[in-house]
Nanobody
Framework: QVALVESGGGLVQAGGSLSVSCAAS????????MAWFRQAPGKDREFVAS????????YYADSVKGRFTISRDNAENTVYLQMNSMKPEDTAVYYC?????????????????WGQGTQVTVSS
């Protein structure tokens, strides 16, 4: 049974930085793709970034490219999302997700495992 637990959300001013973490347990994740999605009120869940656990290859949504960085710590089985130069439109609940294989899907339904989400709020 895969379990994903996010932490680190909170309130930050526009232009500031915040980091969220996702602790994964229950599997050997070397063949998984880990991703961050976000969902703002009244909007669909959208892809933010993904990382291959085995190769560390990464992909980013255009809206966060150059501002956000996804990384992972194998020893801690933890995935991080460092968010810099934050904007009010980054305000959302951020979810960690996992899927088997090497394909970096941007479609939420293609991820089998999800965390409970952590709120990130950026004030203007």
């Amino acid at each position: 049974q895969v379990a994903l637990v996010e932490s680190g959300g909170g309130l930050v001013q526009a232009g500031g930085s915040l980091s969220v973490s996702c602790a994964a347990s229950g599997r050997t994740f070397s063949t998984y793709v880990m991703a961050w999605f976000r969902q703002a009120p009244g909007k669909d869940r959208e892809f933010v970034a993904s990382i291959s656990w085995g190769t560390s290859s990464t992909y980013y949504a255009d809206s966060v490219k150059g501002r956000f960085t996804i990384s992972r710590d194998n020893a801690e089985n933890t995935v991080y999302l460092q968010m810099n130069s934050m904007k009010p439109e980054d305000t959302a609940v951020y979810y960690c997700a996992a899927r088997t294989g090497s394909y970096h899907s941007k479609i939420p339904n293609e991820y089998a495992y999800w965390g409970q989400g952590t709120q990130v709020t950026v004030s203007s």
